[in-house]
T-cell receptor
Framework: EAGVAQSPRYKIIEKRQSVAFWCNPI?????LYWYQQILGQGPKLLIQ????????DSQLPKDRFSAERLKGVDSTLKIQPAKLEDSAVYLC???????????????FGSGTQLSVL | GQNIDQPTEMTATEGAIVQINCTYQ??????LFWYQQHAGEAPTFLSY????GLEEKGRFSSFLSRSKGYSYLLLKELQMKDSASYLC?????????????FGAGTQVVVTP
């Protein structure tokens, strides 16, 4: 079974530039997540999709971050414009379905390491 | 609210045992997960506890006490490849979607 695919693996940009990350979840997984992981910290949820609808984006800095999941499969996360503090690893994860009463785990992609100079 | 605490770093010798503690405070709870994350790689699932008690999986075991808001991950017969960060995560049932909240991770260093 193919895992969660992410690209690019690494990205270096200057502050105020734009950047986009792509994620392809495991086939059939309804729920997709984007996490931000700053060095030395645990992953922090940015946005959660159920199929192609957003169910939680409470911690997404909406003035500069945007995400979409068209057709309920692939997803892109964009930062425009980037700030120095956006330097982090951006992890995409998926799970078959979601709900507070399920016990399903998250499957993570390898992440995109972003450096903002 | 949500608060997950775990030690920042632990060091142990190859062949030894290490116990990583995790305490949490949640508004709602439906499960505690442990993930392993090697440097520069994605977190990978290790274990899941939703009921009190011990779950054993080979060299790794995880324990949960819901009344105490406490879990631990036990790594036995440590190997060099076990050097990694170990993330404690709780599924919060405050909303119907069951959000995952992660601790900051415990960096385990295994020495020869």
């Amino acid at each position: 079974e193919a895992g969660v695919a992410q690209s690019p693996r690494y990205k270096i940009i200057e502050k105020r530039q734009s950047v986009a990350f792509w994620c392809n979840p495991i086939s059939g997984h309804a729920t997709l997540y984007w996490y931000q992981q700053i060095l030395g910290q645990g992953p922090k949820l940015l946005i959660q999709f159920q199929n192609n609808g957003v169910v939680d984006d409470s911690q997404l800095p909406k003035d500069r971050f945007s995400a979409e999941r068209l057709k309920g499969v692939d997803s892109t996360l964009k930062i425009q414009p980037a700030k120095l503090e956006d330097s982090a690893v951006y992890l995409c994860a998926s799970s078959p379905r979601q709900g507070a009463r399920t016990n399903e785990k998250l499957f993570f992609g390898s992440g995109t390491q972003l450096s903002v100079l | 609210g949500q608060n997950i605490d775990q030690p920042t770093e632990m060091t142990a010798t190859e062949g030894a045992i290490v116990q990583i503690n995790c305490t949490y405070q949640t508004s709602g709870f439906n499960g505690l997960f442990w993930y392993q994350q090697h440097a520069g790689e994605a977190p990978t699932f290790l274990s899941y506890n939703v009921l009190d008690g011990l779950e054993e999986k080979g060299r790794f075991s995880s324990f949960l006490s819901r009344s105490k808001g406490y879990s631990y991950l036990l790594l036995k017969e440590l190997q060099m490849k076990d050097s990694a960060s170990y993330l404690c995560a709780v599924r919060d049932t405050t909303d119907s979607w069951g959000k995952f909240q992660f601790g900051a991770g415990t960096q385990v260093v295994v020495t020869p």
